[in-house]
Nanobody, 124 residues
Framework: VQLQACGGGLVQTGDSLRLSCAASGGTFSRLTVGWFRQAPGKEREFVATIRWNRHILYDDSVKGRFTISRDNAKNTVYLQMNSLKAEDTAVYYC???????????????????WGQGTQVTVSS
């Protein structure tokens, strides 16, 4: 499975961005696809994930502001980010797994496929 993330950019506090993660080379409809982010000097952290059955999990820091969705016809997962804050600044990575279990959804080690990352910078 190959993943291509895009949609990052430089925005101001309160603005919105939509990230896309396009997958190829696998059975997309059976994949769990998640978003993680990594700020300079910090560990890569979980943001949100959507399972093949559309079960969704968000980190508490983005609940109510971010929305993850998938379009199986386009082999793409989206991350709509609203009300962006300076602390959302990071490189955002999409990741996928066909075997991850429910208890590991927020654990980056549960995902075997990773995209290249897209930079999101929120200026205050």
């Amino acid at each position: 499975v190959q993943l291509q993330a895009c949609g990052g950019g430089l925005v101001q506090t309160g603005d919105s961005l939509r990230l896309s993660c396009a997958a190829s080379g696998g059975t997309f409809s059976r994949l769990t696809v998640g978003w993680f982010r990594q700020a300079p000097g910090k560990e890569r952290e979980f943001v949100a994930t959507i399972r093949w059955n559309r079960h969704i999990l968000y980190d508490d820091s983005v609940k109510g502001r971010f929305t993850i969705s998938r379009d199986n016809a386009k082999n793409t997962v989206y991350l709509q980010m609203n009300s962006l804050k300076a602390e959302d600044t990071a490189v955002y990575y999409c990741a996928a797994s066909s075997t991850i279990i429910s208890s590991e959804l927020s654990n980056r080690r549960g995902y075997g496929y990773w995209g290249q990352g897209t930079q999101v910078t929120v200026s205050s």
